[in-house]
């Protein structure tokens, strides 16, 4: 038995799991998680404007990353990847971060590219997959900096990132709130962004659509009427294109008391949230607008718990 730790540092959180590897029951690797941390830092705060990691959002990553260090000697760990995503990938002075990962944890963080980011989130949602095997999916990773959008059955046939997210979005339309005027710029520019996502992936053949990260799980939060995070009532929660597409209006619409009363609403969430919910539904209404054209459009969405830190870690299991 392997013990392997994940760590995945993208633009809003940084996060960690510790798990087990062990057979599946078809000879697959699969995890048995031990602990699973994480902590929103805004390491992505600035960077679409300065094109540089604020010295500030730095310190506050690290600090977090001196904490994992700390747990993973506790929990020792055997094998470690370190992913970062959009927000290290963007920045000039990334070199300032990699080197203090590498001074913390003995590791060489992996500035992984948009596409690899895809396939990691693929491999994590289609292990614990809520649907048939033969479905052909495409899985949707929706960060602060980027959106990665994935489509396969048993493996990736097509990936494509979008330069768009949650911090992104905010902070180049929406930091003044959702005005009228500022949420048309900012849906037409994730509309023009699926367009040329489109000719990459054929999200037309989506015959199921799965939702990660933390957007998507506070958008089904509030469609399932929650009190709090919970994740048994989440992890492979469905719900009708009709009730994702009203949750994501409200969100999007919500004022900063109803963002405070959501238990499932972190603080350093409330935000960006509005802008999550206007590019969670700018995807769903685009895949249900694609597969319609097919004749068989879309009526559900899928929220799975199980993404990109689920793909890292997986990944140990062929690694030396």
């Not at 509005?274 to 459009?297: D, F, I, K, N, Y």
């Amino acid at each position: 038995m392997t013990r392997v730790a994940a760590i995945d540092c993208g633009t809003n959180t940084i996060r960690l799991l510790v798990a087990d590897l062990l057979p599946g029951p078809d000879g697959a690797p699969a995890l048995a998680p031990l602990a699973r941390e994480n902590e929103i830092v805004r390491l992505g705060q600035g960077v679409d404007r300065t094109g540089r990691l604020d010295e500030q959002a730095l310190a506050r990553t690290l600090a977090v990353v001196d904490d994992y260090a700390e747990r993973l000697r506790g929990l020792g760990a055997q094998r470690l990847r370190f992913v970062a995503t959009s927000a290290t990938r963007d920045a000039e002075n990334r070199a300032v971060f990699v080197d203090g990962v590498r001074e913390r944890l003995g590791v060489e963080p992996e500035v992984v590219s948009g596409e690899e980011e895809a396939r990691l989130s693929f491999s994590g949602a289609l292990s614990a997959a809520h649907g048939a095997q033969e479905t052909t999916r495409l899985v949707v990773d929706l960060g602060g900096g980027s959106t990665e959008l994935v489509l396969g059955t048993s493996a990736p046939t097509a990936a494509y990132s979008m330069d768009t997210g949650s911090v992104r979005v905010t902070e180049r339309y929406l930091a003044d709130g959702v005005t009228p005027a500022a949420e048309a710029v900012a849906r037409a520019h994730v509309r023009d962004l699926l367009e040329v996502a489109g000719r990459s992936v054929p999200v037309e053949r989506a015959t199921e659509l799965v939702g990660l990260a933390g957007t998507i799980t506070t958008i089904t939060a509030h469609a399932l009427g929650l009190s709090d995070f919970d994740p048994e009532a989440l992890d492979g929660a469905r719900l009708s294109v009709e009730d994702t597409l009203a949750s994501c209006e409200a969100v999007l619409h919500s004022t900063p008391a109803e963002r405070e009363s959501w238990g499932y609403l972190r603080p350093g969430r409330r935000d960006v949230i509005a802008a999550g919910a206007l590019v969670w539904s700018e995807v769903v209404a685009h895949a249900v607008e694609r597969t319609a054209a097919l004749g068989a459009p879309l009526t559900t969405t899928t929220t799975s718990l199980h993404d990109i830190l689920d793909g890292i870690a997986l990944s140990l299991a062929v690694r030396a």
